[in-house]
């Protein structure tokens, strides 16, 4: 079985700073995807950026990248330039790649509260 | 853009009655899921679907039951609700050997 944590229960920045959520996990697969999704205050949970773990470049999205150690177990979130609209809860997600048969199924951290301040 | 709805925002029952909650999605997706979301516990997969009549446990189906009968709706069923069930209940959908879970906007129930 998997598990994922997240040691960080809130975290704040100041607008237009650099912010970094962690997140540790623990498997003894081999192939395999993480996740981070964002759930903004009373809103639906969406997709932020994924990491495949046969890749070794860190994956990016715009302001978003992510710092992936996979001997380290280690999968942490950079937020550049942050934005008012980036405050959410954050959830690192674990999902084993079982390939066309997969059905996808995720196991979370505990999540992580950001709040940027103006 | 990908619909997933479900039936309400916020439900309340009492403690013994049956209660169904239900999710839709409009993308002609095969899987769906069933998590729940608690404080400092994140979110914990309940039952998934991975096809029309087709059903798994998740990791906490104890008390929880589920119904597939059409491809686009996925109903969580709780036979006698506890106040332990109080919690958000959130549904996602995806294609099969796609890796992106897409979201409802979830149901908070409170048991009483």
């Known amino acids: 079985a998997q598990t994922v944590t997240q040691s960080q229960p809130e975290m704040s920045v100041q607008e237009a700073e650099t912010v970094t959520l962690s997140c540790t996990y623990d498997?003894?697969?081999?192939?395999?995807?993480l996740f981070w999704y964002k759930q903004p205050p009373s809103r639906q949970m969406i997709l932020v950026i994924r990491?495949?773990?046969?890749?070794?470049q860190n994956a990016t999205e715009n302001r978003f990248s992510v710092n992936f150690q996979k001997a380290a177990k280690s999968f942490s979130l950079k937020i550049s330039d942050s934005q008012l609209g980036d405050t959410a809860m954050y959830f690192c997600?674990?999902?084993?790649?079982?390939?066309?048969?997969?059905?996808?199924?995720?196991?979370f951290g505990q999540g992580t509260i950001l709040t940027v301040h103006p | 853009d990908v619909k997933v709805t479900q039936s309400s925002r916020y439900l309340v029952k009492r403690t013994g009655e049956k209660v169904f909650l239900e999710c839709v999605q409009d993308?002609?997706?095969?899987?769906m899921f069933w998590y729940r979301q608690d404080p400092g516990l994140g979110l914990r997969l309940i039952y998934f679907s991975y096809d029309v009549k087709m059903k798994e446990k998740g990791d906490i189906p104890e008390g929880y039951s589920v119904s597939r009968e059409k491809k686009e709706r996925f109903s969580l069923i709780l036979e006698s609700a506890s106040t332990n069930q109080t919690s958000m209940y959130l549904c996602?959908?995806?294609?099969?050997?796609?890796?992106?879970?897409?979201f409802g906007p979830g149901t908070r129930l409170t048991v009483t």
């Open positions: 993308m002609d997706h095969e899987n």
């Open positions: 990491q495949e773990a046969y890749k070794q």
């Open positions: 498997t003894s697969e081999n192939n395999y995807y």
């Open positions: 997600a674990f999902m084993k790649n079982a390939g066309g048969t997969s059905y996808g199924k995720l196991t």
């Open positions: 996602a959908s995806k294609w099969t050997g796609t890796y992106e879970q897409y």
